[in-house]
């Protein structure tokens, strides 16, 4: 598989609370040929991602079936910024492996410091360019190699717990040609006394019948015989 054609395959989460920005961002991505999908809230996203937001109007969370290769959030944002969006996604055993960048319009050094040390990837001075996603390539393609190394060890678990499945058919399946073998060797000496008993019987009624016919034939040999005489009246 080509760069290129992995590259179709990045999907992009991206979060800002400006409508500009967030299709600024997401015309530049598609320029990239990125999936992007773009929310306008912390709360939505992780509602997206199927985390629990502690959001009392967000609606029942279910884990999404898209798989997400970076997120990028704007810092400033009503309700939860761009940084608690980032702890909430580095607490979440799921998603914490997905890389997570931060943009702001602000240079606020102690800001990027914290965001960077909670676990961000990069941080963006708004307004992002072509040049700062280019920045975001390894970080996709990291997240890509591992979500397909992670596939590959599923399968072989998959075939082992299917095997695991079909052992017991297999020993019940031998157990019962096992009984089929010993009921054979059970009947087979029985089956031996019977085709003897029948050739017995046939050897004795064949021997009765001889004697029979000897017994005929000497009957009718000791009985005088009278040729050539004529009765007169």
């Given amino acids: 598989m080509g760069m290129a054609a992995v590259e179709s395959h990045?999907?992009?989460?991206?979060?800002?609370?400006?409508?500009?920005?967030?299709?600024?961002?997401?015309?530049?991505?598609?320029?990239?040929?990125?999936?992007?999908?773009?929310?306008?809230?912390?709360?939505?996203?992780?509602?997206f991602l199927?985390?629990?937001?502690?959001?009392?109007?967000?609606?029942?969370?279910?884990?999404?079936?898209?798989?997400?290769?970076?997120?990028?959030?704007?810092?400033c944002m009503p309700g939860m910024t761009g940084y608690d969006l980032l702890k909430k996604v580095k607490e979440s055993s799921a998603f914490?492996?997905?890389?997570?960048?931060?943009?702001?319009?602000?240079?606020v050094p102690a800001r990027i410091s914290r965001c960077l040390e909670e676990g961000a990837e990069e941080f963006f001075l708004k307004p992002v360019r072509m040049a700062d996603l280019n920045k975001l390539k390894p970080h996709m393609m990291k997240t890509k190699l591992n979500n397909q190394k992670l596939e590959e060890i599923d399968k072989p678990l998959n075939v082992a717990a299917a095997a695991a499945a079909v052992e017991p058919e297999i020993k019940d399946s031998a157990?019962?040609?096992?009984?089929i073998l010993t009921l054979q060797s059970e009947l087979e000496p029985k089956q031996v006394h019977l085709q003897v008993a029948q050739q017995e019987e046939q050897t004795l009624g064949n021997n009765n019948k001889r004697k029979s016919m000897e017994e005929g034939l000497s009957t009718d040999r000791s009985r005088p015989r009278f040729e050539c005489i004529t009765t007169a009246v």
């Fill in 50 to 75: 199927g985390i629990e937001s502690n959001d009392p109007n967000a609606l029942s969370t279910s884990p999404q079936e898209v798989e997400v290769n970076l997120i990028i959030t704007d810092y």
């Fill in 96 to 107: 914490k492996n997905i890389p997570v960048v931060i943009m702001s319009s602000e240079n």
């Fill in 175 to 179: 157990e019962v040609g096992s009984k």
């Fill in 10 to 47: 990045f999907h992009v989460l991206a979060v800002d609370d400006s409508s500009f920005d967030r299709k600024l961002i997401e015309k530049l991505l598609q320029k990239s040929s990125c999936q992007v999908t773009t929310v306008d809230s912390g709360y939505k996203a992780l509602e």
